[in-house]
């Protein structure tokens, strides 16, 4: 189950194995790297290349959900400090190989639901929202923290929000450590507010943040910036970072993109209307791959009709109306007086007025409008306390994670399979083991009579390698399964 939860987290929040990870501890170079000036804020992390600060989960999952066309080209980017340059060879991963073992040997592979968001663009249209809350009963974990992950995503791109810095994950006077300074690897940071293209685009995967449009800016300070301002195909903050592949910058109006592929239908692709005025900016996004139809002049007119009185001004409440129809209600400031309830500079999206005609997988006024559940979203939902469902819109499926009873965690696959912890739901043999034995992995039955005499209708029974001559009648009127999660099992022979 924990292994579900975090696979879908993975999913909602990268692309072709990419993430620019957004409240990520371990607060230290190269992770935290911003492109020079350093006053900038800008990240100039790599997207999918460790040695670049980049999320050390992406060789787990390129065993386990096998896209890797990020990786189709070579990064030739030099590792800091160094004269190698982060991944010299195409279709390489630069790792020691292993967490990528660890991985391949394991029993556990995605389930249907979660590996398709990996690989199915087509499937890849989805708004999440996930919401910590302080735990103050916790003093010593370092969880009292209020901030969000956002993410919206559409088959051409993903536009990921750069969330708000936490404190120490440990705190600093648990290790009697007298300057805190001394931990601020530990702490939560907020990164930049971006928007990355699919793989095929920009001539092969974008490496590194230094491709990736970016708002907003790098803090490691609480308190200091909140980059809250997504929405679908939306993006806004307080400061813009504008790559090689975005020409010019007008001092105030409208940047036009067109990235549309021009000949075969099924190619990414997107139009871009990126908005600026002094120091803020907000960008659309449009994607052509879903929506063929619409020229890029059309979509050019259609944004100055729908925005006619669009400014961006500090700490004022703007209003921006997407192509699918979608009325954002936003607001970016800088340098405000803290008040208590927001930081001193950042970027929100106040409230979403949903279209009728929009797309169904936009039309989620709980993650839009409601942020203060766990999870809310197309893909996960916290429906109950303790309670979790992954859902896949293009499949229709969903599988729930319930953790009501701490003593009895619940797993319903997408197929309706239940398989819950406890109450012999799950008993462990090891015809070796010469100790106590009640069935669970620490004091595991020896035989495979005693097992499924124990196990409860609808169980499994796993095996730890080893053989035995027992012969035995199996089932007994009660369903269950047999599971050698790593092999090596020899049953009924000398």
Not at 469 to 490: D, F, Q, S, W, Y
Request: aromatic fraction near 10%; charged fraction near 20%; proline fraction near 7%.
């Amino acid at each position: 189950m924990v292994l579900d939860y975090i696979s879908a987290h993975i999913a909602v929040s990268s692309s072709d194995l990419r993430r620019m990870v957004p409240f990520r501890r371990r607060n230290e170079f190269p992770n935290n790297r911003t492109l020079d000036p350093p006053s900038t804020g800008f990240m100039n992390v790599g997207l999918s290349d460790s040695a670049l600060g980049a999320d050390p989960m992406v060789e787990n999952f390129a065993i386990q959900a096998g896209n890797m066309r990020a990786f189709e080209k070579p990064n030739y980017t030099l590792i800091p400090g160094d004269i190698n340059p982060a991944r010299p060879r195409p279709w390489a991963i630069a790792s020691n190989g292993r967490a990528m073992t660890m991985e391949a040997v394991s029993n556990y592979r995605l389930p249907h639901s979660i590996n398709d968001l990996f690989v199915n663009d087509r499937h890849r249209r989805f708004f999440q929202r996930l919401h910590r809350v302080p735990h103050y009963e916790e003093v010593a974990s370092g969880r009292n923290c209020d901030n969000m992950e956002i993410y919206a995503s559409s088959p051409s791109y993903l536009i990921t929000a750069g969330g708000s810095p936490a404190p120490w994950a440990v705190f600093p006077h648990i290790a009697e450590v007298v300057e805190p300074g001394g931990q601020d690897d530990q702490l939560g940071v907020a990164v930049t507010t971006s928007f990355m293209p699919t793989t095929q685009l920009l001539g092969g995967a974008a490496q590194n943040a230094s491709e990736l449009i970016q708002f907003s800016t790098f803090s490691q300070a609480v308190g200091a910036v909140e980059n809250y301002g997504v929405a679908p195909d939306f993006a806004c903050g307080q400061k813009v970072y504008l790559p090689n592949w975005v020409p010019g910058r007008p001092d105030r109006g409208f940047i036009f993109i067109d990235r549309r592929y021009h000949g075969r239908g099924d190619i990414p692709g997107f139009y871009l209307a990126i908005y600026l005025e002094g120091d803020f900016g907000c960008m659309e996004a449009f994607d052509t791959w879903l929506h063929p139809e619409l020229g890029f002049e059309e979509f050019k007119s259609s944004v100055v009709r729908r925005n006619p009185d669009l400014h961006l001004r500090n700490n004022v409440e703007a209003i921006y109306t997407t192509q699918n129809g979608n009325k954002l209600h936003f607001i970016i400031w800088s340098e405000v007086d803290g008040d208590g309830d927001r930081a001193t500079s950042g970027a929100r999206i106040l409230n979403i007025e949903y279209s009728e005609d929009g797309d169904r997988n936009d039309t989620l006024i709980d993650a839009g409008n409601d942020t203060n559940p766990f999870l809310s979203g197309t893909v996960m939902k916290s429906t109950a306390d303790a309670v979790v469902e992954i859902t896949n819109p293009g499949l229709n499926t969903k599988l729930t994670l319930d953790m009501r009873d701490l003593w009895h965690p619940t797993r319903i696959s997408e197929t309706g399979e239940v398989e819950k912890a406890g109450s012999n739901h799950e008993v462990w043999v090891d015809f070796d083991w010469s100790g106590p034995s009640e069935g669970d992995f620490y004091r595991p039955f020896t035989t495979i009579a005693a097992a499924t005499a124990a196990v409860a209708d609808g169980g499994v029974i796993k095996i730890v390698p080893g053989h035995t001559p027992e012969r035995t009648t199996i089932g007994g009127g009660k369903r269950m399964k047999l599971v050698a999660p790593i092999g090596g099992v020899i049953i009924g022979i000398q």
